[in-house]
C-alpha cells in the first residue's frame, strides 16, 4: 500500500470517526439492524412482516408521486385520473402500482398476522407488539377504504353511499355520524376533502407512528424464536431464556438473518411490477354522477366480503353484521395476547387456533369469491338482453309461450336463470316444474314471499295461468313434475296432470 | 457533563429547596398559560371538525319543473341540481329522485337510494317494481318494501305542486337516521 493508499484512508476514517463521535451510529446499528436474532428466526415464514413494510413503503412513494398530479375536488378528480392513466408520462403505472400494492398490502398483512398467530408470537412478552399490529391492520384497512373513494367514481360514490347508509344504522347518534362522514348533508366536495385529508394525512401519519412503535417493541422484546413443540411459555423465566438463547445461539439480523426477507421482498415487488403492468389500474369507472343510478357500487377487494355478508345473512341481520360481528372481532384481536398469555406456541399443539384460522380462511375466501361472482345482484339487463335457449321454448303450446314471454319482460330473469342464463338472486327456473307444482307456483307468483316481491297486483288472473304453465313445464325430460305434499287429497289429479304435459317438458 | 447529573436530585438544602419551589412554581405557570391557550385554540378547532353539524343549513322548497315533465300514472327520474351546491361539487350535485304522480296534483317523490345499503334503485314499468342492483331489494311503485333485504319502504320526499311547479325538500342523504 503506497503512502499515498495510506492518506486517503486514514482521511476517510477520520471522516467516519467524525460522525460516529457525533452520531453514536455503531451503537445505533447494534441497537437496530445488527440487532441479535435467534438463529431459528431466520425462517421462510418470518419474512411477511418486512413485506408489509414494503407495501406501506410503496404506498407512501407512489402516493407522493400521485398527488403531484391528482386533485382532490368533485369536480376535478375524475379529470385528473384519467389525465394520469391517458396522458401524464407513466402515469398509469404509478396507479397500479399504488392499486396492487394497496391489495398486496392487506393480503400480506394478513398473511403476517396468521404467521404471528399460529407461532404463537403474540403470547408474554410480546402482547403489545400484536396490539399494535391489530392497530395497524385497522388503519390499513381504513386507508384501503378511503383511497377507494380518492378514485371519484361512480363506485366511489356509491360505495360512499353505502358507508353513510351504514353509519346511518348506529343508534342514536346515527345522522350525526352520517353528516360528520360526508362532511355535510350530501356527497360532495367537501367529502371527498375529507377523505383526502384522512388518506394522505392522518392515516399514514398514525400508520408510521404505529410501525415504528412496532418495530421498536420487536427490537425491545425480541424477534419470537420458531417455537418448538413441548416448549411452554412461563412469563417468570421466558425473558430470561431467550436472552440466554440469543447470547449464547444468536446472530445479527443483518447480514445474518435477512436474506430470505430480501428474496421474499424482491419477489414481491416483482410481483406487484408484473400486476401493475399486466393488468393495470382500476378505473376510473363512469363519473361520480348520481344521475347515473346504473352503478352496482362493489367496493375493492378488500371489503367484498363484508358485502357479501350483507347480501347472504338473513334479512334484519345488518345491525349484527355491522356492529356485534366488528365488536366482537375487536375484542378477541386486542384480547388475544390476554386471554392466551401462556404456554404452548407451537401451532401443533393448538388444534383449535389451527381450526380457528382454516374457518377464518374459508369464510372470507369463499365471501371474497362470492363477491367477485356476485350471484345475489340482480342482473339489471338480464330480462332485455338475456337470450332464451331453443330448449325452453320448443314445444310449448300458444298459453305456455305467452308465459315464456312474460317471464322475460316481467323481469324475472333478473334474478332468476333459465339454462344457467340470468341473474342468481332467486333459484334457477331451469327445473322450477320438479320442485313446485300449479298451486304453489300460482302462489308464489301472487304472493312472493322469501326474497320476491308479490306480483299479484301486477298480472291478470289469466297472465298469472300462462306464466305458471310455463314454469311447470320448465324441467328436464323423464323427470317428475312437483307433487304438492300439502294437498294430498289432489295428488291424483296434479300427478295425473304431469304425464300429460311430458312431451312438452324440455328439448 | 454526564447524563446522571441531570437525573440526580440536588441535596434537600433550605436553599435548593426553595428554588426548586420556584422552578415548580414557573412549572405550574407554564402549564396553565399553555392550558389556556390549548383551550383558546383547541374550542375552535373542535367547533370547526364538528362545523357541518352545527351550522344546518334551512331546507328551502324548489321546483322539479312543471308538472306536466310527470304524465299521469307513470314513474319518472328527475334529475335537479342540488339547490345548496358549491363550485367544487361537480357533477355530485346532480341529484335525482324518482317521481310517481298518481293523477292530477297527487304525487309521491321517492329518493333513489334504497333503504338498505344506499344502492341506486331502478323503476322498472313492466314489472312495476323498483329494483336494487346491489343485493336485490325491491319496492312496489307505492315505495312499499316489496322484497329483498330492505328494512322499510323508499325513503319519500315532502313535496308541494305550486303555481303548476312540483317543489320538494331535499339534498340531505337519506338514512335510517334521518329519513328525508
Redesign the interface.
Known sequence: MSAKERRIISTLVNVAMWFERRLHLVKVWKATGGHPIPKSSASWFYVFGSMTLLCFTIQVLTGILLALVYIP????A?QSLEFLNYRQELGWFLRAMHYWGSNCMVVVMFFHMTQVFLWGAYKHPRELTWISGVVLLFLTLALSFTGQVMRFDSDA??GV??G???????PII???????L??????????LSRFFALHVFVLPGAVLALVSLHLRLVLLKGINEYPKPGVQVRKETYSKDYEEMVHKDGMPFVPNGIGKDVVANGLLLLVIIALAVFVGPKGPEI?????Q?????KPDYPFLWL?SA??LLP??S?IILFFVVPLIAVILLFGLPFFSNQGEKHYSRRPISVIVVMLTYLVIGLLTYAGITGP???H?EA?SGTPTKPEFIKGRSPVELQGALLVQ????R??HAIGEEG?H??PDLSAVGTRMNEPELVRQVIQ?G??????G??LTPQEVKAMVSYLVSLRPPDTIPALNPALPEKSDHVSAGGPAKEPQAGG | MTPNEFESHPPASPEAKSYSTRRDFLLQIGLVLNAVAAFMIGLPIVGFILSSLIKSTPRIWFSLGPVSKFPEGAMRLAVYENPYRREADGETARLTCWVRRIQGDQFTVFAANCTHLGCPVRWFEESQLFLCPCHGGAFYADGGHAAGPPPRGLYVYQHKVEKGELQIKAGVLPTLASPS
Open positions: 375536488s368533485a369536480s376535478e375524475y360514490y356509491w353511499g353505502i353513510a347508509a351504514i353509519s346511518g344504522r348506529i346515527g345522522a350525526q355520524v352520517v353528516n360528520l360526508l362532511g355535510g348533508p350530501i356527497i360532495g366536495s367537501d367529502t363519473p361520480a354522477d348520481p344521475a343510478i346504473i352503478s352496482e357500487a358485502l350483507a347480501a334479512n334484519g345488518e345475489w345482484s340482480p339489471m330480462w319482460s316481467k323481469q324475472c333478473n334474478c341473474g338472486r332467486g312472493g322469501g326474497n320476491m316481491p308479490a306480483y297486483n301486477n
